[in-house]
């Protein structure tokens, strides 16, 4: 089946550590982006691609990294510099940007804590 | 003042009711909205896609647009307990402005059995 693969589920922080979510699609879009949900806030823009090798920075990129060396994979990485990562983070894809009927297909999403 | 706002509820109606969901928004430039799905800890669906203002029905489900008063609006009708999620309104200024796309805080809707 197609779709959108996100690992883990659950993932716990240490103070100080980086830590990395995965995101995998074989819908073979182009174009990826990685939200983070907070309750009562919707969903915030983090980073996104739309093509391989290129990424742009959304809203609240500060204390995030992302590389997009394969157009199936997106990971983020939360660093240390990230001071309240504690979020559930959707990672999307859709077929082409510029479509005239775009439509973003969500994984499942991760919930990070901090230890 | 954000520019995406929707009541967060959480809403609880019984079996059979008719629901309706609101966003209003400030950027007259939006001309995209959508409204998204989410079931607990999944992924959000896309449930509704309007363009410009006007009604969209797919099934139990419609889907207005005010432009001139800058309101959008989803209606379920004879609800089901299958029903209960979050629902999140969405939109945008061009197509290509996937990046772009701004999302309302989601209302957590309930239907009771």
Redesign the interface.
């Known amino acids: 089946d197609g779709g959108?693969t996100?690992s883990p589920k659950y993932l716990f922080r240490k103070e100080g550590q980086n830590v990395t979510l995965s995101c995998e699609q074989n819908l073979n879009h182009d174009?990826m982006?990685w939200y983070r949900q907070d309750p009562?806030?919707?969903?915030?823009?983090i980073y996104?691609s739309?093509i391989v090798n290129d990424f742009?920075k959304?809203d609240i990129a500060e204390g995030y990294s992302v590389s997009r060396e394969k157009k199936e994979s997106f990971p983020l990485t939360v660093t240390s510099a990230q001071k309240n990562p504690t979020a559930?983070y959707?990672c999307?894809s859709?077929a082409t940007?510029?479509?005239?009927?775009?439509?973003?297909f969500?994984?499942?999403?991760t919930?990070l804590s901090v230890l | 003042q954000k520019e995406?706002e929707?009541d967060?509820g959480p809403l609880s109606v019984p079996e059979g009711a008719i629901v309706s969901l609101n966003c209003t928004y400030s950027n007259s430039a939006f001309q995209y909205f959508m409204w998204?799905r989410q079931y607990s800890?999944?992924?959000?669906?896309?449930l509704m896609?309007t363009y410009s203002s006007g009604n969209k029905e797919d099934g139990r489900f419609t889907a207005q647009v005010d432009k001139s008063s800058k309101y959008i609006s989803l209606f379920i009708r004879d609800s089901q307990p299958s029903d209960s999620a979050t629902y999140?309104c969405?939109m945008s200024e061009i197509?290509?402005?996937?990046?772009?796309?701004i999302?309302?805080?989601?209302t957590e809707l309930s239907v009771k059995p």
């Open positions: 959108i996100q174009a982006y009562g806030q919707g969903l915030r823009l996104y739309q742009q959304g559930f959707l999307a859709s940007p510029g479509g005239t009927n775009e439509k973003l969500f994984g499942s999403g919930q | 995406v929707q967060p998204y800890r999944k992924g959000p669906e896309l896609y999140l969405a197509y290509n402005q996937g990046g772009k796309l999302f309302g805080q989601g």
